[in-house]
Each structure stands twice: as structure tokens, then as C-alpha cells.
């Protein structure tokens, strides 16, 4: 065994270029609601964002909401998630316009929206949204639609 100091380690060693599969939306879904998790205190519900039109809605950020728990989390941000507006995390987690008021509009939580109830409903939805994928995937296959 010969022993190296640690320049010599560095400058001789072979770099093996570390390839990683992009997140699928559920995994980016579970580090949302770990994020969540790990949230002291209240978050504020998106206000009436129903109302809202397409490019506003888009548009939405507010301070202290699961947008911004989301924006300030290095992982989810190293995982390419933009910024802490609405169409941005609706991009980044593949939330429809439905999924987005079901999930967050303030119409559902009368000022009691946490973190760790959110993380249930967000881990409730990604698990409804891969039975859903997987079922269309079946009749895909079952049609001969399948590629």
C-alpha cells in the first residue's frame, strides 16, 4: 500500500463524472412535504387565487406560504425549481390549476394552514396523481397505445 498525502490523492485521481436521473414529480413532491415538515409556525393560504386570471395566477408569490418554504429549500432549488411564484412551482411539481386551489387556496383552511398538514396532503396527492399515471399507462398498453 503506498501512502499519499492528500495533493498527490487530488492530482492523480480519476474523476468518474456522477450521473443522476432527473426527479420525477412525485419525488419532487416528497421533498416538498419534507421541506413543509421541517417549517416552524403557520404558513399564509394563497388568497383567492380561483379569481385569478391565467397570467396572474402565474404570477402569484406572497410572503410565509409553501411557495417560499419550497424557494428557500437548497435541495428542491438544486432540483431546478426557478422561483417562489405560483407558476413556478406549478411547473417545478407538475400541479394543474386544480391541484394548485386544492392544495393551497385559503378557501380550505380558514387561517389554519402548517406545515405538517400541507406535507400530508401534498404526499396524499403525489400518492392519487402515480395511481392515476399508473392506470393510463395501463390502458395505454392495453389499447396497443403504447411507445
Known amino acids: 500500500m503506498k501512502h499519499l498525502i492528500p495533493d498527490e490523492i487530488i492530482s492523480t485521481a480519476e474523476l468518474i463524472p ?57 435541495v428542491l432549488r438544486a432540483e431546478g425549481l426557478k422561483g417562489d411564484s405560483l407558476g413556478d412551482a406549478m411547473d417545478f411539481f407538475d400541479l394543474s390549476n386544480r391541484d394548485t386551489h386544492w392544495l393551497l387556496c385559503d378557501c380550505h383552511y380558514q387561517g389554519a394552514m402548517t406545515g405538517a398538514g400541507l406535507a400530508k396532503l401534498v404526499r396524499r396527492h403525489a400518492r392519487g396523481s402515480e395511481r392515476r399515471a399508473r392506470w393510463a399507462q395501463t390502458v395505454r398498453r392495453l389499447l396497443g397505445w403504447t411507445t
Not at 419532487?28 to 409556525?41: D, F, P, Q, S
Not at 394563497?46 to 404570477?59: K, S
Request: no cysteine.
Open 18 to 74: 456522477l450521473i443522476r436521473k432527473p426527479s420525477t414529480p412525485g419525488e419532487r413532491l416528497e421533498m416538498w412535504a419534507k421541506a413543509l415538515e421541517r417549517h416552524a409556525g403557520p404558513l399564509n393560504a394563497l388568497r383567492r387565487i380561483e379569481h385569478l386570471p391565467p397570467d396572474e395566477l402565474r404570477a402569484y408569490r406572497a410572503g410565509n406560504t409553501p411557495l417560499t418554504v419550497a424557494f428557500n429549500d437548497p
